[in-house]
């Protein structure tokens, strides 16, 4: 099929792929440049000018309440070999560990970053910082994928708030990239297997809104990373983990992977507990039974703060390309919501 847009539309061109099944739609090609010295700055370009282009890829038709994204940009450090933004239905992400892992295996896959034989690495500069991730090759593909994040660490321990409909709610808060509070799925009676999905948004919309009702965060380097992103539900491992979890971010929005950066604020409760010594692995399962497996690299001072150093490793696999366009006359064309 050779059918072009007229020139006047935008056509954005995309590499889907997917961590531990939860989906990246990653925008190589068509997006306005982004100013903006900082990966910030050129974020709230996105927002303030673009941000119909992110609804158009992220909603209905041509994406679903829980599609996932990132749009590449230009390095904002030196040491950076990309820059990156992470997208979802309500906005955008400061972090994400599944992305990560995803463009872990995408970008050399696709010959964005080259690989050094001898120290194969690929540098984001992401709204949260400059994250590492260390694709681990054989038979010259992808296999897995590993990435150093930034300081995780904890805000409070078992905190309590009172959410309309559930009572009094025990929760942890802590940091790995986004801000997260940690609750105990069974206290709630809620299921961490497919069948509690709609239960499990229903409670982390409402814990979410009862602690953002209840507490300032403020994050100790950049205000506009000061935000609870999500809720985390945790409980039982099925399939050999040390857990399982799920987690409800942004607007009621399921994360399929166990989340990177909700596997990285998990590092950092079990070492402030003495639960979790550098170097032992913890593995995480999703609700579709994929894993994350993370490790306390070393301990920093961030800011003031005790914070762990996580390495987070899974896998990610490509699943497809494609090429997207706005009709400026469909009614539709910046995408819709429907749940």
């Known amino acids: 099929m050779d059918w072009t847009p007229p020139d006047d539309w935008p056509l954005i061109e995309t590499v889907e792929s997917h961590a531990g099944g939860e989906p990246l739609r990653t925008v190589v090609g068509g997006f306005p440049d982004l100013d903006g010295e900082t990966i910030l700055e050129k974020r709230r370009v996105a927002r303030e000018q673009y941000d119909h282009l992110r609804t158009a890829l992220m909603w209905e038709p041509r994406g679903h309440a829980d599609m996932y994204g990132a749009i590449l940009t230009d390095p904002a450090t030196d040491a950076g070999d990309v820059g990156v933004l992470f997208t979802h239905n309500e906005g955008y992400s400061t972090m994400c560990g599944h992305g990560v892992i995803a463009l872990g295996a995408v970008l050399p896959e696709l010959g964005i970053v080259e690989l050094d034989a001898d120290d194969p690495v690929v540098r984001l500069d992401t709204p949260a910082g400059l994250v590492t991730a260390r694709p681990r090759s054989s038979d010259g593909r992808v296999r897995r994928v590993a990435f150093e994040n930034v300081p995780a660490y904890v805000v409070a321990l078992d905190e309590t708030v009172g959410v309309p409909g559930y009572g009094t709610v025990t929760y942890d808060l802590a940091f790995g990239g986004a801000y997260y509070a940690y609750c105990d799925a069974a206290e709630l009676g809620l299921s961490l297997d497919a069948d509690g999905v709609d239960e499990l948004i229903d409670a982390g919309r409402a814990i979410k809104a009862a602690i953002a009702d209840e507490r300032t965060i403020d994050h100790p380097a950049d205000d506009d990373l000061g ?113």
């Open 227 to 339: 935000f609870l992103y999500g809720v985390i539900f945790a409980g039982d491992p099925r399939d050999g983990g040390d857990c399982r979890n799920v987690c409800v971010f942004a607007d009621g929005e399921i994360d399929r992977s166990p989340t990177g950066t909700g596997v990285s604020g998990h590092l950092a409760r079990r070492h402030a507990r003495g639960r979790l010594a550098p170097g032992d692995a913890y593995t995480v399962e999703s609700i579709v039974g994929s894993t994350l497996t993370g490790r306390v690299a070393g301990t920093v001072d961030y800011h003031g703060r005790d914070a762990v150093v996580p390495e987070i490793e899974g896998q990610a696999h490509v699943v497809g390309t494609g090429q997207f366009t706005v009709d400026p006359e469909d009614p539709f064309g910046e995408g819709f919501l429907l749940r």
